[in-house]
């Protein structure tokens, strides 16, 4: 589900502005792409069209971990592990969270084409899930048209408190398919989180292995973006683009874990509030039904004017997520997501692959 490094210290951003002076980007091409995705399909009851809605879910680290395959009156989603991310996700909680992501998204959609939507986990093993198109009544819903607004902000927000009815609307959204969240807007409950986010990213920005494998996602640049559809384009999170080769070497030398936690210390304070997911069993229906109900909730947060970000740190490195544990006072469930919300603006969208890619 992931999915939200900003990396480059002031003195980075202005090494970088006097490096690529002169180089630009034509960011047409990109905005056009992401239009594209957005428009429905000329036959927009079609399973292709469905799918689309789909791949629009929240995923860690935008590497669209699923494939679809049409199957006699259901579409089938399934695991795609070639598209893993062992070091920040090495049990595969987040991909098959995200799974449930894509389940929510295509759920919704089929109850808008009057198809049933039911969701059926048919294989416990690999996690096959299936999507049951029969017919239904048509359900067009605010969640429905809320799909392609939805995104991750990974920037700093105003700082507004959100009115007591939009907080009871959340809190309905996120309590769904078995998962318990805790929405938190007290002060000192959120520093406290925001520690065990601090010491966690400073754990993960030490380790070689998982920098490495945060800079394979990363695109630099708006055709770097275009060329693999996929991945953490650096503009959706307010930093500069530039080509591959420098953005790899500044990444290098100026992703630092202070400038980070600072970042992340302001993001969080600018924030109306946190949410905590945790599902009632850990395993992967319950990482699957706690994706579920974080789409729901992020759909629900899009409808009401809110953005989003994850800050998991909290809860992929095992030893924040059991002092976040022990916080909340949940026992031994294990908390699945950290979210914080808020109002802040309208950043550039990440792109999808198209529909073609990932049926199967």
């Not at 089929?110 to 048509?138: K, N």
């Not at 304070?269 to 909730?297: C, I, L, M, P, Y």
């Amino acid at each position: 589900m992931p999915t939200r490094r900003e990396f480059l210290t002031k003195s980075g951003v202005v090494m970088a502005s006097a490096a690529v002076a002169g180089c630009s980007y034509d960011q047409s091409a990109y905005v056009e792409a992401v239009t594209d995705q957005m428009r429905p399909l000329p036959d927009s009851a079609t399973v292709r069209d469905l799918v689309r809605y789909a791949t629009l879910a929240a995923n860690g680290h935008n590497t669209q971990p699923w494939k679809f395959r049409a199957n006699e009156g259901a579409v089938q989603i399934a695991p795609d592990l070639t598209r893993r991310t062992p070091v920040v996700d090495p049990d595969d909680h987040h991909l098959i969270a995200s799974l449930g992501c894509a389940a929510e998204n295509l759920r919704l959609a089929a109850r808008a084409r009057g198809r049933s939507g039911e969701i059926r986990i048919t294989d416990t093993s690999d996690f096959l899930v299936d999507v049951e198109l029969g017919p239904a009544p048509v359900e067009e819903t605010p969640l429905f048209r809320a799909i392609p607004d939805r995104q991750c902000t990974r920037v700093k927000y105003d700082g507004r408190p959100a009115p007591t009815e939009v907080l009871l609307r959340l809190d309905a959204a996120a309590n769904s398919y078995g998962v318990e969240t805790r929405m938190i807007t007290e002060k000192s409950t959120i520093e406290a989180i925001l520690s065990l986010v601090v010491d966690g990213n400073t754990r993960q920005l030490t380790n070689v292995a998982f920098v490495t494998e945060l800079k394979d996602w990363i695109r630099f640049n708006a055709d770097a973006a275009l060329a693999s559809r996929d991945g953490l384009y650096t503009a959706t999170s307010a930093n500069p683009t530039m080509p591959s080769w420098l953005g790899k070497r500044l990444f290098d030398l100026f992703l630092s874990p202070q400038s980070e936690n600072d970042k992340y210390a302001e993001q969080i304070r600018s924030s109306a509030g946190v949410a905590v997911f945790t599902a009632k069993t850990n395993d992967k229906e319950g990482w699957f039904n706690a994706g579920r109900a974080f789409q729901h909730f992020a759909l629900q947060a899009t409808v009401d004017g809110l953005k989003l970000a994850f800050v998991n740190q909290a809860v992929e490195v095992a030893e924040m997520r059991r002092k976040l544990q022990t916080l909340l006072g949940i026992d031994e469930r294990r908390p699945n997501f950290v979210v914080r919300f808020g109002y802040g603006p309208i950043m550039p969208r990440s792109l999808r692959r198209p529909v073609a890619d990932v049926m199967v």
